[in-house]
């Protein structure tokens, strides 16, 4: 379905549209936001073909700063109640001085800040990107159109492209054991929390010891990880992990697994969340980027480092 928002004659299709845009030739509208619905479902389910460098490239242009010629209008009116002679008018000015937009248009800044700063986060750490992102529109209650529509947009191709990123599970089975415990250990120091290493000979059906402070509360994590290439989960396993949990008074744990996990077995108990590949790959993709097939070994080494492990 088209958005019914005005466009410019000067482009018919996406590929048109997206030389224009980032070319930054002039009189193309809109030019924050892709103009169709179909346009972003065109792009985003081509989204693989493309390289880094060119969706940063539309990222870039949706994320400008912007000003509007009805930005600088109302600043003007805002300026010619504030000096004029009217108490009334003079009142009224007061009263919308505090209005960041007047005060960035003051100095000779955009209305509307740019949030291009943002790619510094791509393709590395595409979850705080997202972030970043959802916190502007919060803040920003009285944002265009063009620019809320544009970031909703820039959310959906970060996802796409680097977060939903479909990695081979090939590359991450040839792993040890321990060292795919290394690896969830640095996801959940990505994620903010402190995390515990516990060595085979004593962890107690636990892998990992995560936990964080929350604003409403203290967070503590038994993470168990399970490196199968084709293996199914066993009720077993999840029942002898939820004990060590009881044992310890633990109220939440985390089974990684790569083998085959039933999805009645993920809803078995609510205090376990039970994470298949699929779901491991987005979380990997999330917090340490798209790229951590290619780095896999430097976290590792990294890892071994630390722990002065040879095996």
């Known amino acids: 379905m088209l958005r019914r928002y005005r466009v410019s004659d000067n482009y018919s299709t996406l590929d048109e549209w997206l030389y224009l845009v980032i070319n930054y030739e002039k009189d193309v509208y809109p030019c924050y936001r892709i103009p169709y619905d179909e346009w972003v479902d065109e792009y985003v389910g081509g989204i693989e073909a493309k390289s880094i460098d060119e969706v940063k490239a539309l990222l870039r242009c949706l994320l400008v700063p912007i000003t509007r010629r009805i930005d600088i209008s109302n600043y003007d009116a805002f300026v010619l109640m504030r000096d004029s002679k009217s108490e009334p008018y003079i009142e009224l000015a007061s009263s919308m001085s505090q209005n960041e937009i007047y005060k960035r248009l003051a100095n000779g800044q955009d ?3 740019g949030l291009t700063w943002v ?6 750490n595409p979850y705080n990107a997202i972030k970043a992102l ?10 265009p159109d063009d620019r809320i529509i544009g970031i909703e947009q820039c959310t959906e191709i970060i996802m796409a492209k680097f977060i939903r990123f479909e990695n081979s599970l090939d590359r991450l089975t040839k792993l040890k054991p321990v060292e795919f415990e290394w690896l969830i250990e640095y996801l959940y120091e990505r994620m903010g929390y402190d995390t515990e290493w516990t060595l085979s000979t004593r962890d107690g059906g636990k892998d ?4 964080i402070e929350r604003p409403d509360g203290y967070e503590y994590v038994y993470v168990e990880c399970k ?4 293996t199914k989960l066993k009720l077993e396993t999840v029942r002898a992990f939820r004990d060590v949990m009881i044992e310890n008074k633990v109220n939440r744990g985390v089974i990684f697994c790569t083998g085959y996990v039933n999805e009645n077995l ?17 979380l990997l993709n999330a917090h340490l980027g798209s790229d951590w097939v290619d780095r896999l070994d430097i976290l590792v080494d990294n890892k071994r480092r630390k722990y002065k492990r040879n095996n």
């Open 111 to 113: 209305a509307w800040e």
């Open 134 to 143: 959802q916190s502007y529109l919060l803040a920003q209650a009285n944002l």
């Open 227 to 230: 490196l199968y290439k084709t």
């Open 119 to 124: 790619l510094e986060l791509l393709p590395r």
């Open 208 to 211: 990992i010891i995560a936990n």
């Open 266 to 282: 993920k809803k078995r108990d609510q205090r376990i969340q039970i994470w298949s590949y699929e779901d491991i790959n987005v």
